[in-house]
């Protein structure tokens, strides 16, 4: 039986983990998981209130081992790997950069769950990067790591339409299932010999940085039709938002709409200007106007736009 250390933190991980410890009906595998390595539990909400990571969670409902390193690098989190005496170490959305004592310490080495179609998007936001940008098509690569950021060899990928109607959370659902769904056709051939390493192409990398609170700020310079993939995008972490009345403003949901000749004198505001567009809060953008579908002001729960704009004084001033 193949023994294996898990490496993961967030909702994207657990359907991996899941799988590998045989919690699934019909896609269990001969292997058996020694140990789990998660982030810390962080502060977390409004409330910030200290919440465990959801692969914690999930490993301790199975009765798994559990070490929660500040780094990897840490003496007595080195030393628990070693004593775990893993045959394959499996990542997927660790958080935290594995060295080269880590990648080479399991025999089969270390290989990763990375949500996006490599080498485009490496990085830690890969699912919003290509949403924001406008891609047709992401999806998911298992890969052999090294001591790049996501530039190891391919084992295996496979490809999804982004759909209108996706959000950059439903979207990571889907790639969390399709990711353990490869891993688990992909896994026993790596393991076996019979896959054929497949090195990136380097001149077509695209790169992913990680997402802050202030990465959520609308640039109305820019079209609208990017904004409004960008709101998709950032739905629901870390969110979009505007500054209004002081206070911050979060846009859940959003179209655009043309500065058609009957709107003359939008054609003609600056970018970033609030107006009302056919009984919606609006805002004019670098190529037409932003409609807010859905928003949620500072302290309230989320609303309509046009329950928003009933309240909202001044929005046009």
């Not at 005496?85 to 959305?93: G, H, M, R, T």
């Not at 655009?256 to 004198?265: C, D, F, G, I, V």
């Not at 609303?303 to 704009?309: I, P, Q, T």
Request: one cysteine or more; proline letters at 7%; charged letters at 20%.
């Amino acid at each position: 039986m193949t023994r294996i250390v898990f490496m993961g933190s967030p909702d994207f991980a657990v359907p991996t983990l899941r799988l590998l410890a045989g919690n699934d009906e019909n896609k269990g595998y001969p292997y058996e998981v020694v140990g789990v390595v998660t982030q810390p539990d962080r502060p977390s909400g409004r409330g910030r209130e200290v919440k465990p990571p959801a692969i914690k969670t999930l490993a301790l409902n199975l009765g798994l081992a559990i070490i929660q390193p500040e780094k990897l690098r840490a003496p007595e989190a080195m030393e628990q790997l070693r004593l775990w005496q893993p045959d394959l170490i499996v990542v997927a959305a660790f958080g935290q950069i594995l060295r080269a004592e880590v990648l080479n310490l399991p025999p089969h080495g270390c290989i990763n769950v990375h949500a996006s179609l490599l080498p485009l998007w490496r990085g830690a936001a890969p699912v919003q990067a290509a949403m924001s940008a406008g891609d047709a098509e992401t999806g998911v690569t298992i890969m052999k790591m090294d001591q790049g950021i996501d530039t190891g060899a391919i084992l295996s990928q496979r490809a999804i339409p982004i759909k209108p109607e996706d959000t950059g959370g439903s979207l990571t659902e889907k790639l969390a299932q399709l990711g353990a769904d490869l891993l688990s056709e992909t896994l026993l051939r790596y393991l076996s010999g019979e896959l054929q390493l497949q090195a990136q192409e380097e001149s077509k990398a695209t790169y992913a940085p990680m997402l802050k609170k202030e990465d959520g700020r609308l640039n109305f310079t820019h079209p609208a039709d990017e904004l409004v993939r960008r709101v998709r995008a950032l739905n629901p972490r870390p969110g979009a938002f505007i500054e209004w009345n002081g206070e911050m403003l979060k846009i859940h949901r959003s179209h655009s709409a043309e500065r058609t000749p009957q709107l003359q004198e939008t054609g003609k505001a600056p970018a970033g200007q609030r107006l009302i567009y056919e009984g919606q809060a609006a805002v004019t953008t670098g190529s037409g106007l932003l409609i807010l579908d859905e928003v949620q002001p500072a302290g309230k729960k989320s609303m309509s736009g046009k329950a928003f704009l009933s309240g909202a004084r001044g929005w046009t001033s």
